[in-house]
């Protein structure tokens, strides 16, 4: 049916934000975009080449770490050093 637009998925994600609170650090999003942590996205993937998921939209957008680290700074979020911080919070 096609692929959702970068603001429905804003809307979607920042819903999900409020039912969950901030106690659950995993709220992801794909395609990483700009809109995602502003609405409340605490994980990105970063992919290079096409993603074996789409078999009928072109979704590669060749996101580096420091590209995605690039949006959360932009997007006011603070950018943690080292492991990941969703599994040593377990």
Do not use: F, Q
Not at 42 to 58: F, H, I, V
Not at 78 to 83: R, W
Request: hydrophobic share 40%.
């Amino acid at each position: 049916y096609g692929m959702r637009n970068y603001a429905d998925m804003a809307h979607v994600l920042a819903a999900v934000r409020l039912a969950m609170g901030y106690d659950v650090i995993g709220n992801c999003t794909h395609e990483p975009n700009l809109l995602g942590p502003m609405a409340g996205a605490t994980l990105l993937w970063a992919e290079s080449g096409s993603n074996p998921r789409d078999t009928k939209e072109d979704t590669t957008r060749s996101l580096s770490v420091e590209n995605l680290r690039e949006m959360y700074l932009e997007s006011g979020w603070e950018v943690l050093e080292g492991p990941s911080a969703m599994y040593a919070a377990k």
